[in-house]
DNA sequence: TCTGTTTGCCTAAAGCTATTAGGCAAATTA
DNA sequence: TAATTTGCCTAATAGCTTTAGGCAAACAGA
């Protein structure tokens, strides 16, 4: 019988496309074996349980965003750059919704440790450097735009502005101009 | 045999309970009945399905905490009823983390037309009405506050900040200032 | 090329969850 | 008290997870 030619990273990938198709709760061991017409005893060579595959693809998610923004990052500043990397989580949700759900995986603090995490705090930080913001507001900014992205794109990705009007392309343009006034305007304690 | 008395009503709460015990994505069927001391089939007659009984859980946190938001709203203004509707939002997360998780299950349109979301929505409006917005800036505001506050606590709740200083309690505080400054300055077109 | 070893996928099996169908006894109503 | 409704049960099917052990394919060395 031929071989399917399985290793962890095709199983992570393939778990990554599935959930972008299917939802990343939906991303089980059985249904990834399925689309390799395999049995799914035999992802246990691979992979160590299903927790241990969505957390790979949750890592691998936490990769992929780090890596577009940087990309995104690179040769920009201030406002630039705010707005670039707050494109870079939103249309990444957009485009790969099942990974950014993945992204979201309570990890445990040995996987937290080795993932793309710390990048993605290094790259809010790099943004304030054009704000002129010293330590602790830095830190305080940080986790205010990390909380913004995070839940507008949640709100936005459950659907929780779909219905009303004005539509959300405007409203995220005006939320940047918002961001980008306080971060200048950073109020004094 | 002696019959358990069970309802919709309480297997909601129980199973609402059980998820603040062990995480919403454990509430299950299986686990509920046994909380009864009753054969899971038995649930089958009260609640339609494992679907069913998740979403009546999240109404039932989306309906507490909207109560909460009106009880802390009720003779408050501008700042102080800002800040009185995010801490109703944290500390609800803090007391009821199952429940928390439930309320942001993705509700169908019919059930989110009959939950209180949009009690949620007219909560947040209403503390705008001491920021003197007008449409549209309004409804950005409010999107931008809702992203806000989910964001935040989601993040919190699930870790994000757990390692680093400073803590979060000052890093909250000064968030919420921020949020008023922008509130109180916010930008033009 | 043959041989031995490793590796990869398989079958078998047990345990848990979800869900449906049909039954009997408890609670309610007349 | 008799009739009916209701509530929980047993039985059964089906899917997902995971472990154990087997056989054949791929590979390494002589």
């Known amino acids: 019988m031929a071989r399917a030619g399985l290793n962890t990273e095709r199983l992570t990938l393939a ?4 959930a972008d198709e299917v939802g990343f709760d939906q ?16 992802l246990y060579s691979h992979v160590r349980s299903s927790r241990d595959l969505r957390t790979r693809i949750a890592l691998l998610a936490l990769e992929e965003l ?18 670039a990397l707050a494109n870079v ?6 485009e790969c919704p099942g990974r950014y759900a993945a992204a979201q995986l309570r990890l445990d603090p040995e996987s937290a440790a080795a993932s793309a995490g710390g990048r993605h705090a290094e790259m809010t930080r790099a943004i304030l ?6 330590e602790p507001d830095q830190t305080h900014a940080v986790r205010l735009l990390g909380s913004f992205f995070h839940g507008y794109v949640s ?3 459950g659907g929780g502005f779909s219905h009303s009007a004005p539509d959300t392309e405007e409203t995220w343009v ?12 950073w109020p004094a304690p």
């Open 66 to 83: 780090a890596d577009r923004g940087s990309a995104a990052l690179a040769g920009r500043a201030g406002k630039d750059a705010l707005a």
């Open 89 to 94: 989580y939103r249309d990444y949700a957009r």
């Open 129 to 134: 450097r054009g704000y002129h913001l010293t």
């Open 27 to 42: 991303v089980t061991v059985s249904a990834l074996a399925r689309r390799f017409d395999v049995k799914a005893a035999s």
């Open 15 to 18: 778990g990554a496309e599935l």
């Open 155 to 157: 709100l936005e990705m």
């Open 174 to 185: 005006r939320m940047l101009d918002a961001l980008d006034a306080l971060l200048r305007n």
